[in-house]
């Protein structure tokens, strides 16, 4: 980019835009392609998802004739979702944001940051080329054993084991970029930014951290025994050699529910950063708002045997409590997320409309799982669509609009363009409708007994008008991407020069260039509080 | 390499705060990283040990007996063999290592490389014991696919095992730098790093040992 | 909290409240009418199911306000506190109010605890197994397919029958249980992790292999000679969308009659193989011992046909001409059981052999 002036070593060896890019350890560079990879798999897995809703849209198997096939195809799509889009996007732009919030000139590590992100694309091919090699995995993306060990009509062929490798590259991809994040937190932060002083966003990505720096690696130990039974004859999941079935669940979801954490605590981070700059005040309980994400790191290493209460093989009570005490931190974010805007002025720019669509959309999300904490509920609607209403709306509904606040509040610091308001809104329009149109009826399908993963059900069992909205909402969403899609490629070139600051945003990264140069910062202002650009901003007017 | 990137930091254009910051001292930022990383290593062998105790928990021979280590494998893992002479190996290790990082914390160069290469070396036999132990069981009849007992004792091992490698290739590149005069008294994280991860390692073979041999 | 800066113009304060009184009639419009029905269960047939349906009500009336409290707050504040063009100085700026802060801890705590309770007391009743229930059944969820035995008071099996769907016009392939009594199912699965699940009992139960699960229930009187789709819960492979079974609710007297008919033809000898080629087919590990079989053009011909899988796993013997059509269905036997499969003959060609149940089982069967 042009800011060579301030980096004149770097003149000496260019070697062309696209080498630059792929051997880059700059914090930004690599937050951007952490980003695009993201966003290609969230292609990928929508297409995925597409291919699902159209062969459950009427009773029958129309479009795909095999089963298997359709297996597959949710499968991938979970996984696609959760390990190479939510969780990398939002590591992406913690890469991008934390360093330049705590006035740091780059991540601890960044040739360790650039290896994180290469093993991404990497751990993506692997997955993908399971399409091309007889199959992919196709048993959930919980791969429960038995059915993902081998051996006929379980998962034989080599589609699980590319699976595995696949998720322990990525893994492995994260814990690396948990240490990065944890190390710069903790030592790179200006003078002055103390930890009762950093943004929001930073926060959530430290306690984000903290819960991929001690999940993650049950994971990957769960994964290497699954493949140790899968291709050495071992027994730990085989409940006819002497292992057991149910041990895989715990050691699987004790990491999957802190998963859900990771995919959510830095949307709530960006939303922090956001509902305050468009609302002219400071987040409402800053500290209450920080206790209530630790408090939610804690506990979400106790509750993971909610998604077994099924099983008969957990004790409920002790879960089930746990879980309903979850909804309490998130409780308190939510009024401080809703009293941040009250008596405020709020500007309706697209990242704010985003993050009111988080809110909203999270709320259902939050309320409905407050059913399943209560465990006769749960065996109500454990593995019934309303599961799968469920976690959209927390992932999706979360996770997912918040993300997209996210890339429109800081695309104009990466590119120093703005995207266009116009279209930000059909997207936004677009998207809130189809994603209420494809989940909400979820919830119906689910109550009324429909189960998750099954290719095709009766056609006189009452499913069947539920699941052409949902389809046809799903459609919606696909066609939602592309206002965005053809709004990034516009905007990059002709987009509105953005300046430094064009949101009036309180946080350090608006205190430099956009796009920041190398090293991020000429100089920082004083650090005083949370908000030291507005701080600045306001001494400035003599407020 | 953790204190390479470090130390590479392009310092001359950087006329910024965060270095600054971390320069006022506490811990560095590459032991920091490597305590991380070891808390993650911690979690992952976490997963395997409880798979063992479930797993032996549930254990139930093909004759209804419960019984761990299974009969016919009790024999063949005697703790007073082969292994206690590795056990021993791998703790003498640690300690020379410890001698490595007190002498170049004083600046003794002769010390810190004569420390590290035995440490290296013992590391180097550990291993090939290992590989022997491994073919001494082979023999017997107990591989990773015979059974409950043959899946937990070969996972656990080997994976340390594995550990131990990546150690001993990381104690190799010390070395390797050490004999190159990259170290000094006020500038080895390196070494610093790389013997906590060596400490680990040998703290969880030592909790191997005696979980698999004596409990 | 603090005074706001400025009085707002009044038209801004009443179309925001208006707008949020509206939504909420409207959401408890679809609440009060049968809309709203859809979010709820469906009725509940058992003592243990009316149950959780009473917890649900509750929880449901607690997140609905919930729901519209917080929703009508986002409403309100974004209707009313848009930025006007002469809001030129910055709003008070309130960085938060340690009592109400506290009031929104304590009060969702008290919510949760409350719905902590209520729900712990539901389970202990809906999850009690008792020591000496009316009826036991032991039902075995095998790839893909049901079977449930009925068992004496000592858990000794007395009849067994393979379960597919329920076939109205014949009566047979569900669980029939009578009303008004405990029965207790005991779960087993010799395969791969599947889950019962009756949608109006409003319970699932994992079946787990290696490990058997219990649970209970009571159908209600008023619900004899009705019917109940039941279907496996938990993804168990390439059939998990046909593994369905039906509960049949029946009277204590229509219980006895069903019963007895069945404990008959379980009991009945296989009928005896007919004069003419007969074929000895085995089945093991989810495998035909033969690839390919043969037999004359035009004349009957019969499969001796051994069933060497654990019980729960079902095979038979069925046949497909080269369109794909089935020429010959014979019922599936259970694992560890035989059975004399007796076919009408088939004109010359290549046909296929298979498995109903399990889709990697096939073979080729040439008439000439």
Known sequence: MATHALNPAAATYSRGRLYEWLTTTDHKKIGIMYVINSFLFFLIGGVLALVVRTELAAPGLQFLTDEHVYNQMFTMHATMMIFLFVIPMLAGLGNYIVPLQIGAPDMAFPRINALSLWMLPLGGILLVSSFFTGGTAAAGWTSYPPLSLDGPLKSPGSGQDLWIVSLVLIGTSSILGAINFLVTIFKMRAPGMTLFRMPIMVWTVLVTSVLVLMATPVITSALVMLFIDRNYGGTFFDPFGGGSAVLYQNIFWFYSHPAVYVMILPAMGVISEVLPVFSRKPLFGYKAFIFATAGIGALGFSVWAHHMFTTGSVFLPFFSLLTFLIAVPTGVKMFNWVFTLFRGQLTFSTPLIFAIGFLSMFLIGGINGAFSASVPVDFALHDTYWVVAHIHYVLFGGSVFGIFAGLYYWFPKMFGRMLDEGLGKVHFVLMFIGFNLTFFPMHMLGLQGMPRRIADYASDAGWNDWNMAATIGGFLIAASILPFIWNVFVSLRNGKIAGDDPWEGNTLEWATASPPPPYNFDHLPEIRSERPVFDARHAQTGH | MTADSHALAPVEHTPIAGLAHDARGGISNPILGMLLFITSEVMFFAGLFAAYFSTRANFVDANGVKEWPPSQFAEILNPFSLILVATVILVLSSVTLQMAIWAIRKDDRRGFLRNMAVTFILGIVFLLLQAYDYSLLFEDGLTIGSGPFGTTYFTLTGFHGAHVFGGVIMLGVVLYRGMTGQFSSRHHDAVEAASLYWHFVDVVWILLFTILYFL | ?368
């Open chain 3, 1 to 368: 909290m603090s005074t706001s800066p400025r009085k707002r113009p009044a038209p801004d304060v009443l179309i925001a409240g208006l707008v949020v009184v509206i939504l909420v009639a409207l959401v408890l419009a679809v609440f009060l009418t049968g809309w709203g029905k859809t979010l709820y269960p469906p009725d509940a047939v058992t003592q243990q199911a009316r149950d959780v349906r009473g917890l649900y009500d509750i929880v449901f009336a607690i997140g609905v306000a919930i729901f519209l409290l917080v929703e009508g707050l986002i409403v309100w504040s974004v209707l009313r506190y848009r930025r006007r063009p002469t809001d030129t100085e910055l709003p008070a700026q309130t960085h938060g109010n340690n009592l109400v802060e506290v009031i929104w801890t304590v009060i969702p705590t008290a919510i949760v605890l409350y719905m902590f309770v209520i729900s712990w007391q539901t389970l202990n009743y809906v999850d009690a197994v008792s020591a000496s229930p009316d009826i036991r059944i032991h039902a075995i969820a095998g790839q893909f397919q049901w079977q449930f035995e009925y068992l004496d008071r000592d858990g000794k099996k007395v009849a067994s029958q393979l379960a597919p769907a329920y076939d109205a016009e014949t009566g047979a392939g569900g669980m029939a249980v009578p009303v008004g009594r405990s029965v207790q199912v005991t779960l087993d699965s010799p395969d791969v992790i599947h889950a019962f699940y009756v949608p109006r009992f409003l319970f699932k139960r994992d079946v787990i292999p290696g490990q058997t699960n219990t649970f209970e229930f009571t159908v209600d009187a008023a619900e004899a000679g009705q019917v109940f789709r039941g279907q496996c819960a938990e993804l168990c492979g390439t059939g998990h969308r046909s593994m369905l079974f039906s509960v049949i609710a029946l009277s204590q007297s229509d219980y006895d009659t069903w019963l007895k008919a069945l404990i008959e033809k379980s009991n009945a000898t296989p009928a005896p193989l007919p004069s003419g080629t007969v074929l000895n087919v085995t089945a093991e590990g989810i495998k035909f011992d033969a690839a390919s079989l043969e037999v004359p053009a035009d004349a009957p011909f019969a499969i001796a046909f051994s069933n060497k899988d654990p019980a729960g796993v079902p095979h038979d013997v069925d046949i497909r001409d080269s369109s794909g059509t089935v020429v010959e269905n014979q019922e599936t036997i259970n694992g560890g059981t035989s059975a004399n499969y007796a076919y009408t003959p088939l004109p010359a060609g290549t046909y296929m052999f298979f498995c109903s149940i399990h889709a990697n089982m096939t073979g080729t069967l040439t008439v000439k």
